[in-house]
C-alpha cells in the first residue's frame, strides 16, 4: 500500500534527489580534469625521456669519435726524409746476404789506390817529381901531366919535350863526373801536358875551383827545359838550354 507523502517531505525528496545528481556530475568533471592532468605529465615524461635518449645517442657518437682519434695512426707527411751524416771515412754499404731487400750498414770506407809512380818518384800537389843521377867515381891515368882533371886536351894541352911535365906522369882520382838530375810533369787539363827537366854536374871551371884543400868544384848547368804540349794541337814550346838538337815535328 502506497503511502501518500505530504507536500513538505515530497518537495525535500526532490531536493535531496536533485542534490546527489548535482555531487555525481561535479564527481565526474573532478576525474576527467585529474585524467587530463595525468595524460599531460605522462606526454611529458616520455617527451623528456626521448630527449634524454637523443642526448645520451650524441654522446656516444662524441666518444667513440674521440677514441677513434686518440688510437688513430698518424698520417702519413709529405717531409722528404732526412738522410744522416756519415763519418769522414766510412760509407754506406750493401748488407750481408740474408739481410731485408735494399738493406745497408755503416762500415768503414776503403781508401782509394794511390797512383803508382815510378821508382824515385814523388807527388807535390799536382805535380809528379822524379829525381835521378849518379854519383861518379872516376880514375885518369896520363904518360904526360896536363894539370886537369876529367878534360884530358889533346893538343895544346900535352906538354912538349923541354917541359918538365912532360917527363911526369898524372894520376887523378874525381867524382866531378857525378850528376844531380829531376824531372818535373803536371797535366792541368785533360789536353794539356806540362814537362820540365834539369840536369847538373861539378865540371865547373871557376877560378876557386881547385883540389888543393877542399875540393870544391862548381856545379854546372847541363840541361834544362821545359815543354809544353796540347793533344788537339801540333805545336810544341821548347825553351831552355836543352843539349841535344832533336825535336818533335808531329803530333804524338
Sequence with gaps: MISRLSRPALLMATALSMTGLGAGHAAAQATDSQLSSIEKQIKALQAELHRMKVEAAERDRELKSAQAHAYAPPAPTSVAPVMPQI??????????PGSAPGSVVLAKAEAPPEKKLPKGSFQLGGVTVTLGGYLEGAGIF?????????????????AERQSPLYHEPETVLTARGSRIQAGFSAAPDEVTKLQGFFASDFLGAAPTANANESNSWTPRLREAFITYSRSDWAPISWPGRPTRCSQPTRLG
Design 87 to 96: 763519418p769522414a771515412g766510412y760509407a754506406l754499404v750493401p748488407a750481408s
Design 142 to 158: 896520363r904518360s904526360r901531366n896536363e894539370q886537369t882533371d876529367l878534360t884530358s886536351s889533346f893538343t895544346s894541352g900535352i
